[in-house]
């Protein structure tokens, strides 16, 4: 398994390219499966999830191959209604294949992904969705077994106990595309995922209002057809990217960014002392002040993002004073903590919240990755950390952040990836 090594202490500057969304491509690679025809989708991220759904869409019979970051499909012919275990245990985001196939197909067979580092991260608000358009669930084996002759346009209320959600709306969505009749989404996800995903199966042909808004409204067609269709920024890496600028007192442009997905995140980012400028598709951030103390609770768009939550906490272990950082939409989203206590910070964790009194210095020391943002946290604490930090199990990095070591090493950090 690869490690990182990070020298800290080097300030970051110069400017680096935002890629694009992760968690955007994963549903519209999926949703290509709705219709028998070509895409071209442009600024496809090059991380390990997107090639986990890329290995789904094969197993499914599709044709897909990504070139730079570029990715052809092509759907025509028969395909498959099953995604495996052995691909699903891997990410979970594979369950997107399910309202694609359902609607295509009228049939589907879609491992159940189980467990997860950040919580129980239950998906009864998928069936809830895609059984309201009148297809019959069960789960039978460890499988989501989904059968419907036809789907018919519903009212769905898709509101769970912890709020909207993102992987529900989209999949109810993308099911809904071709139903008989029309489909109400109330309390849909308002993320511009939700939208970016919107606006790619309009550009196929399907007739979609209100996303963006907590209100979804989708008139069924007959039929779609292939597109060529560019992703949106990732949003949740111009942030990570902002607060790496942060830590470190740098001085950086981050570029290829849509200002206003990133609005709650840059008015932290400022309350704890860094200046920061827009533009139309770019912000620079520059830190010159002490890191101010500040407190954050995650919620849903337009939100202080939860996907940004661990990195935070990261910067704010500098932080002169206290702070506290309360997430309540992952039970189990704050595994950076005790590691962040390994390099000196002090942090102490409350059922749904932390406490962070602020520290000069953090030191480097051996820590260990636990998924995905959590390892963003520990890479943003190593560049600022004196000394030398050890970061094993990087693949969870490598699921959501394109080469982050050479595009920080670009902007001065001393990182190198210690292959195993
Ligand atoms: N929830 C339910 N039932 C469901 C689905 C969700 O109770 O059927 C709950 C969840 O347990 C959570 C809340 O609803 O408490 C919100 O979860 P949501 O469904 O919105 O999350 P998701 O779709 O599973 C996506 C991103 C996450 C991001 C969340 C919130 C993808 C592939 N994942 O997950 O991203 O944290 O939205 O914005 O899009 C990441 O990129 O590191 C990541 C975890």
């Known amino acids: 398994m690869d490690k990182f090594i990070i020298e800290g202490g080097n300030k970051l500057e110069g400017e680096v390219e935002v890629k694009g969304a992760k968690n955007s491509t994963l549903p519209i690679l999926a949703a290509t499966l709705l219709t028998e025809d070509k895409f071209i989708i442009e600024n496809i991220p090059r991380v390990r999830d997107i090639f986990t759904m890329k290995r789904v869409l094969e197993t499914l019979g599709a044709s897909i191959s990504i070139k730079k970051d570029t990715a052809y499909i092509d759907t025509r012919g028969a395909i498959g209604y099953e995604a495996p275990y052995e691909l699903v245990k891997q990410m979970r985001a594979s369950y997107y294949v399910l309202g694609p196939l359902i609607s295509r197909l009228g049939r589907a067979r879609v491992s159940l992904p189980g467990g997860c580092a950040i919580g129980s991260r239950p998906i009864d608000l998928h069936i809830k969705g895609i059984k309201a358009l009148g297809a019959d669930i069960s789960v039978v084996h460890g499988y989501i077994e989904a059968y419907a002759e036809n789907l018919e346009g519903s009212n769905i209320q898709l509101k769970g106990a912890s709020g909207p959600s993102v992987g529900a709306t989209i999949n109810t ?3 809904s595309v071709k139903a008989n009749g029309v489909t109400i989404i109330e309390s849909a996800a308002k ?29 069924g067609v007959d039929n779609l057809s292939g597109c060529e269709y560019r992703i949106i920024p990732d949003r949740i890496e111009a942030g990570t990217l902002t607060v790496a600028a942060a830590i470190t007192k740098g001085d950086v442009v981050i570029k290829n960014v849509e200002p206003i997905h990133i609005e709650a995140i840059v008015d932290k980012t400022k309350e704890i002392g860094a200046d920061i400028s827009s533009g139309e598709d770019w912000i620079a951030v520059k830190m010159t002040s002490e890191i101010k103390p500040t407190n954050i609770e995650t919620s849903p768009y337009p939100g202080f993002p939860t996907d940004m939550q661990a990195q935070f906490t990261s910067l704010l272990t500098l932080a002169d004073g206290i702070s506290i950082v309360k997430d309540k939409i992952f039970e189990e989203r704050f595994m950076h903590v005790p590691e962040l206590v390994r390099m000196g910070a ?3 964790r409350e059922s749904d919240y932390v406490i962070i009194k602020g520290v000069p210095y953090l030191s480097g020391a ?13 890479l943003i604490a190593g560049l600022a950390a004196q000394g030398t930090t050890e970061i094993s199990r990087i693949y969870h990095i490598d699921r959501g952040y394109e080469n982050i070591e050479e595009r920080l090493s670009k902007l001065g950090a001393s990182i190198w990836r210690l292959r195993e």
Not at 191 to 218: M, T
Not at 366 to 378: E, F
């Open 173 to 175: 969505m993308m099911a």
């Open 191 to 219: 993320e511009p995922e939700v939208v970016d995903v919107a606006d790619f199966l309009i550009k196929c042909g399907a007739e979609i209002k209100g996303a963006g808004s907590n209100r979804i409204e989708i008139k």
């Open 346 to 348: 002090n942090l102490k």
């Open 366 to 378: 051996q820590v260990m990755a636990s998924d995905l943002r959590a390892s963003a946290a520990l």
